[in-house]
């Protein structure tokens, strides 16, 4: 996720939050969220769900949270693996 110089104080503040609620998803196997090391506007997101199922659970609620109000518009890069 590319977060501007100018939001990220109010992503950084909401993000505690938007961890402790997807972990607390069911079926959240790992949730986790790092800045760059590299860049201080950009985070690394790497979660693991037991099924697409809880997957999409995630997406739903996270559509409708203060998270999605808060780093609405922002650049996100994915890389989507299933594992059977």
Request: proline fraction near 7%; charge should be negative.
């Given at each position: 996720?590319?977060?501007?110089?100018?939001?990220?104080?109010?992503?950084?503040s909401?993000?505690?939050?938007?961890?402790?609620?997807?972990?607390?998803?069911?079926?959240?196997?790992?949730?986790?969220?790092?800045?760059?090391?590299?860049?201080?506007?950009?985070?690394?997101?790497?979660?693991?769900?037991?099924?697409?199922?809880?997957?999409?659970?995630?997406?739903?609620?996270?559509?409708?949270?203060?998270?999605?109000?808060?780093?609405?518009?922002?650049?996100?890069?994915?890389?989507?693996?299933?594992?059977?």
């Amino acid at each position: 996720m590319e977060v501007p110089p100018e939001r990220l104080a109010a992503v950084t503040s909401a993000l505690p939050a938007h961890i402790a609620l997807t972990r607390a998803e069911l079926g959240c196997l790992a949730f986790d969220v790092v800045p760059s090391p590299d860049d201080p506007g950009r985070f690394l997101v790497s979660e693991i769900f037991s099924d697409q199922a809880a997957f999409d659970a995630h997406q739903a609620r996270a559509k409708s949270s203060a998270w999605a109000e808060i780093t609405a518009g922002l650049h996100r890069h994915y890389t989507v693996r299933t594992e059977r």
